[in-house]
């Protein structure tokens, strides 16, 4: 399918008719963009599985025992993707009043299927390339002066910012950036909540902390010492008073 993901959607089937949920679960058994995980005989058993499992489409049926597919979607606060899967037209529009992704009459053919499915992916990868796209605007980095270049590095990379002779060096996965700010200076200029001076010489991001002491902090490998003037504040921040 144009519209594939690279991951399939994780799919339940909410049907009481056998012969229904039979056909429904053979389309989604032959699209390689969806999964089928569970198929469930009325709208109780289909709650159980929504609150105990990702589910990312629900194939629903209308008219069911108990609870009906509407009454069992306004019981969801979030719901997943939804395609109802009915012989009856007259629920339609409270279907889309649910905003369900598409409305399918049975008896239902496999291209009409197929179409539910193609709009359903277009409406999951415009979800991912909003999601990405706000991402890339709230990801806070800086250009670092770093060999007579201006660098882009983003903050949520750095691990360890230490002080060397020549120089200080941020450092981030598989690379190191030498530069001539001062420690204090760097210290100044990315404060945030998740950095935290621990010695003269180092610097760390607080979310790379892989274990620490009240003498050390393991970080990308290495065992960096805490020292003596910076150990109240480090322990401190890292809740251990």
Sequence with gaps: MENAVSSPLRCIIVE????????T????QQTPALQLTHVCENALQALDVVRNNPVDVIFLDVEMPKLSGIEFLKTLQRPPKVIIVSAHREYALDGFDMRVVDYLLKPVDFPRFTKAVNKLLAQRGAQE?????????VRPFYFFNVNKRAVKIYLDEIQIIESLKDCVAILTPGKSYPTHYQLGELEEMIKSDNFL?????????VDKIESFSAAEVEIAGRVLPIGRSHREAVMKRLGRN
Excluded: G, M
């Design 25 to 28: 679960a053979e389309y989604i």
């Design 129 to 137: 390339a909003a999601n990405k796209a706000t991402q890339a605007a």
């Design 16 to 23: 009481n008719e056998p012969l229904a949920a039979e056909l």
């Design 197 to 205: 001076r621990i010695h003269r010489s180092f610097i760390v991001a």
